[in-house]
Protein backbone atom coordinates (compact mmCIF):
# COMPACT_ATOMS: atom_id res chain seq x y z
CA UNK A 1 0.00 0.00 0.00
CA UNK A 2 1.35 3.51 -0.44
CA UNK A 3 -1.19 4.66 1.80
CA UNK A 4 -1.76 8.82 1.12
CA UNK A 5 0.17 10.60 -1.60
CA UNK A 6 -0.08 13.85 -2.00
CA UNK A 7 0.88 15.86 -5.62
CA UNK A 8 3.00 17.91 -6.17
CA UNK A 9 5.20 18.24 -3.14
CA UNK A 10 6.34 21.87 -3.98
CA UNK A 11 4.50 24.78 -5.49
CA UNK A 12 4.95 28.71 -6.42
CA UNK A 13 1.81 30.29 -7.27
CA UNK A 14 2.12 33.88 -8.44
CA UNK A 15 -1.57 36.18 -6.70
CA UNK A 16 -4.50 35.30 -8.74
CA UNK A 17 -3.32 32.02 -10.15
CA UNK A 18 -5.03 29.03 -9.88
CA UNK A 19 -4.13 25.33 -8.82
CA UNK A 20 -5.42 21.99 -7.60
CA UNK A 21 -3.43 20.13 -4.72
CA UNK A 22 -4.13 16.51 -5.42
CA UNK A 23 -4.97 13.73 -2.90
CA UNK A 24 -4.91 10.15 -3.35
CA UNK A 25 -5.53 7.12 -0.80
CA UNK A 26 -5.62 3.28 -1.58
CA UNK A 27 -6.45 1.92 1.81
CA UNK A 28 -10.42 1.81 0.98
CA UNK A 29 -10.94 4.76 3.29
CA UNK A 30 -14.58 6.64 3.37
CA UNK A 31 -13.20 9.75 5.62
CA UNK A 32 -10.59 12.42 3.95
CA UNK A 33 -9.29 15.20 5.00
CA UNK A 34 -7.41 18.24 4.54
CA UNK A 35 -5.30 20.75 6.60
CA UNK A 36 -2.86 23.09 6.21
CA UNK A 37 -0.29 23.64 9.04
CA UNK A 38 0.96 27.48 8.99
CA UNK A 39 4.24 28.18 10.74
CA UNK A 40 4.56 27.97 14.47
CA UNK A 41 0.80 26.81 14.17
CA UNK A 42 -0.96 23.57 14.32
CA UNK A 43 -3.06 21.84 11.70
CA UNK A 44 -6.44 23.41 10.84
CA UNK A 45 -8.93 21.44 8.85
CA UNK A 46 -10.15 23.16 5.71
CA UNK A 47 -12.80 20.47 4.35
CA UNK A 48 -13.25 17.12 5.28
CA UNK A 49 -15.76 14.18 3.27
CA UNK A 50 -17.43 10.98 5.06
CA UNK A 51 -17.94 9.34 1.10
CA UNK A 52 -17.83 9.90 -2.31
CA UNK A 53 -20.21 12.73 -3.34
CA UNK A 54 -20.09 14.23 0.55
CA UNK A 55 -18.06 17.03 1.27
CA UNK A 56 -18.60 20.07 4.23
CA UNK A 57 -16.27 22.49 5.53
CA UNK A 58 -13.70 22.83 8.49
CA UNK A 59 -12.61 25.43 10.30
CA UNK A 60 -11.03 27.26 7.24
CA UNK A 61 -12.67 26.76 4.14
CA UNK A 62 -12.66 30.27 2.43
CA UNK A 63 -10.94 30.78 -0.67
CA UNK A 64 -10.74 26.46 -1.54
CA UNK A 65 -13.03 23.80 -2.73
CA UNK A 66 -13.08 20.27 -3.48
CA UNK A 67 -14.64 17.61 -4.73
CA UNK A 68 -14.98 13.68 -4.15
CA UNK A 69 -16.00 11.57 -7.36
CA UNK A 70 -14.41 8.55 -5.97
CA UNK A 71 -13.58 6.75 -2.74
CA UNK A 72 -9.95 7.27 -3.41
CA UNK A 73 -9.37 11.05 -4.86
CA UNK A 74 -9.65 14.31 -3.27
CA UNK A 75 -8.33 17.16 -4.53
CA UNK A 76 -8.04 20.67 -3.05
CA UNK A 77 -8.78 23.52 -5.14
CA UNK A 78 -7.35 27.11 -5.04
CA UNK A 79 -9.19 29.72 -7.02
CA UNK A 80 -7.28 32.97 -7.45
CA UNK A 81 -4.31 32.33 -5.13
CA UNK A 82 -3.70 34.65 -2.18
CA UNK A 83 0.00 35.21 -0.10
CA UNK A 84 -2.30 33.91 2.93
CA UNK A 85 -2.19 30.67 1.02
CA UNK A 86 1.23 30.59 1.50
CA UNK A 87 1.11 27.03 3.92
CA UNK A 88 1.74 23.61 3.61
CA UNK A 89 -1.21 21.57 3.14
CA UNK A 90 -1.74 18.22 4.95
CA UNK A 91 -4.04 15.46 3.16
CA UNK A 92 -5.70 12.53 6.01
CA UNK A 93 -7.87 9.40 5.39
CA UNK A 94 -9.63 7.90 8.04
CA UNK A 95 -11.36 4.15 8.37
CA UNK A 96 -14.15 5.01 11.23
CA UNK A 97 -14.43 1.24 11.89
CA UNK A 98 -11.26 0.86 12.20
CA UNK A 99 -9.69 -0.26 15.83
CA UNK A 100 -7.85 3.31 15.99
CA UNK A 101 -9.71 5.31 13.85
CA UNK A 102 -6.31 6.65 13.12
CA UNK A 103 -5.68 9.32 10.73
CA UNK A 104 -3.23 8.66 8.07
CA UNK A 105 -1.62 11.68 6.58
CA UNK A 106 0.21 12.07 3.20
CA UNK A 107 3.95 13.78 3.31
CA UNK A 108 2.03 17.60 2.64
CA UNK A 109 2.09 20.02 -0.08
CA UNK A 110 4.70 22.85 0.21
CA UNK A 111 2.91 26.31 -1.32
CA UNK A 112 4.45 29.53 -1.53
CA UNK A 113 1.87 32.61 -3.20
CA UNK A 114 3.83 35.57 -4.08
CA UNK B 1 -8.44 31.47 22.26
CA UNK B 2 -6.72 27.81 21.45
CA UNK B 3 -9.21 24.92 21.90
CA UNK B 4 -6.02 22.69 22.92
CA UNK B 5 -2.92 24.22 24.54
CA UNK B 6 0.32 22.13 24.00
CA UNK B 7 3.13 23.08 26.79
CA UNK B 8 5.96 23.78 26.55
CA UNK B 9 6.31 25.41 22.90
CA UNK B 10 9.46 24.13 22.76
CA UNK B 11 11.79 21.80 25.10
CA UNK B 12 15.97 21.33 24.36
CA UNK B 13 16.89 18.16 26.96
CA UNK B 14 20.53 16.44 27.23
CA UNK B 15 20.35 13.19 25.51
CA UNK B 16 19.23 10.33 28.24
CA UNK B 17 17.07 12.93 30.04
CA UNK B 18 13.70 12.18 30.40
CA UNK B 19 10.54 14.96 29.28
CA UNK B 20 7.03 15.57 29.15
CA UNK B 21 4.40 17.16 26.90
CA UNK B 22 1.30 18.04 27.90
CA UNK B 23 -1.54 18.86 26.13
CA UNK B 24 -4.73 20.53 27.74
CA UNK B 25 -8.33 21.35 26.67
CA UNK B 26 -11.32 23.09 28.04
CA UNK B 27 -13.64 20.79 26.42
CA UNK B 28 -14.04 16.74 26.46
CA UNK B 29 -11.87 14.54 24.58
CA UNK B 30 -13.56 12.11 22.75
CA UNK B 31 -10.64 10.88 21.31
CA UNK B 32 -7.00 12.18 21.96
CA UNK B 33 -3.86 11.84 18.97
CA UNK B 34 -0.22 12.01 19.28
CA UNK B 35 1.82 12.80 16.23
CA UNK B 36 5.32 13.17 15.56
CA UNK B 37 6.40 15.28 12.77
CA UNK B 38 9.82 15.75 11.52
CA UNK B 39 11.12 19.35 9.82
CA UNK B 40 9.02 19.42 6.68
CA UNK B 41 7.85 15.91 6.71
CA UNK B 42 4.08 14.28 7.33
CA UNK B 43 2.91 13.20 10.36
CA UNK B 44 3.48 10.09 12.22
CA UNK B 45 0.77 8.37 14.54
CA UNK B 46 2.27 7.68 17.89
CA UNK B 47 -0.88 6.54 19.94
CA UNK B 48 -4.57 6.90 20.91
CA UNK B 49 -6.30 7.46 24.07
CA UNK B 50 -9.86 7.63 24.23
CA UNK B 51 -11.23 6.23 27.93
CA UNK B 52 -10.37 8.44 31.28
CA UNK B 53 -7.19 7.49 32.90
CA UNK B 54 -6.28 5.24 29.86
CA UNK B 55 -2.13 4.78 29.51
CA UNK B 56 -0.33 3.41 26.42
CA UNK B 57 3.56 2.97 26.01
CA UNK B 58 5.03 2.32 22.81
CA UNK B 59 9.35 1.48 23.59
CA UNK B 60 10.11 4.50 25.52
CA UNK B 61 7.21 6.74 24.95
CA UNK B 62 3.99 7.23 27.34
CA UNK B 63 1.19 8.61 26.59
CA UNK B 64 -1.35 9.00 29.57
CA UNK B 65 -4.91 10.59 29.41
CA UNK B 66 -6.18 11.92 32.68
CA UNK B 67 -9.63 10.75 34.44
CA UNK B 68 -11.50 13.95 33.47
CA UNK B 69 -10.90 13.40 29.84
CA UNK B 70 -9.01 17.13 29.36
CA UNK B 71 -5.76 16.41 29.54
CA UNK B 72 -2.96 14.12 28.43
CA UNK B 73 0.79 13.94 28.69
CA UNK B 74 3.52 11.90 26.83
CA UNK B 75 6.49 10.78 28.30
CA UNK B 76 10.18 9.86 26.85
CA UNK B 77 12.04 8.15 28.76
CA UNK B 78 15.65 8.27 28.12
CA UNK B 79 15.60 10.77 25.12
CA UNK B 80 17.69 9.80 22.17
CA UNK B 81 18.64 11.79 19.42
CA UNK B 82 15.89 10.15 17.33
CA UNK B 83 13.08 11.21 19.34
CA UNK B 84 14.05 15.17 18.27
CA UNK B 85 11.05 16.60 16.22
CA UNK B 86 7.83 18.03 16.76
CA UNK B 87 5.06 16.70 18.89
CA UNK B 88 1.43 17.25 18.16
CA UNK B 89 -1.44 16.44 20.15
CA UNK B 90 -4.93 16.31 17.92
CA UNK B 91 -8.12 15.43 20.00
CA UNK B 92 -12.09 14.84 18.65
CA UNK B 93 -13.99 17.48 20.69
CA UNK B 94 -16.96 17.11 19.18
CA UNK B 95 -17.61 13.21 19.69
CA UNK B 96 -18.97 12.51 16.15
CA UNK B 97 -15.29 11.15 15.08
CA UNK B 98 -15.98 12.22 11.31
CA UNK B 99 -15.19 15.82 11.34
CA UNK B 100 -11.73 15.79 11.79
CA UNK B 101 -9.39 17.06 14.41
CA UNK B 102 -8.40 20.19 16.08
CA UNK B 103 -4.71 20.22 16.70
CA UNK B 104 -2.33 21.86 19.13
CA UNK B 105 0.41 23.77 18.45
CA UNK B 106 2.78 21.56 18.52
CA UNK B 107 5.83 21.40 20.88
CA UNK B 108 9.05 21.48 19.13
CA UNK B 109 11.44 18.81 20.74
CA UNK B 110 15.47 19.31 20.15
CA UNK B 111 17.79 16.30 22.23
CA UNK B 112 21.36 17.52 22.69
CA UNK B 113 24.27 15.19 22.22
Known amino acids: NAGVTQTPKFRILKIGQSMTLQCAQD?????MYWYRQDPGMGLKLIYYSVGAGITDKGEVPNGYNVSRSTTEDFPLRLELAAPSQTSVYFC?????????????FGPGTRLTVT | SQELEQSPQSLIVQEGKNLTINCTSSKTLYGLYWYKQKYGEGLIFLMMLQKGGEEKSHEKITAKLDEKKQQSSLHITASQPSHAGIYLC?????????????FGKGTHLIIQP
Open chain 1, 92 to 104: ASSNPLGPLYEQY
Open chain 1, 27 to 31: MNHNY
Open chain 2, 90 to 102: GADLSGGGADGLT
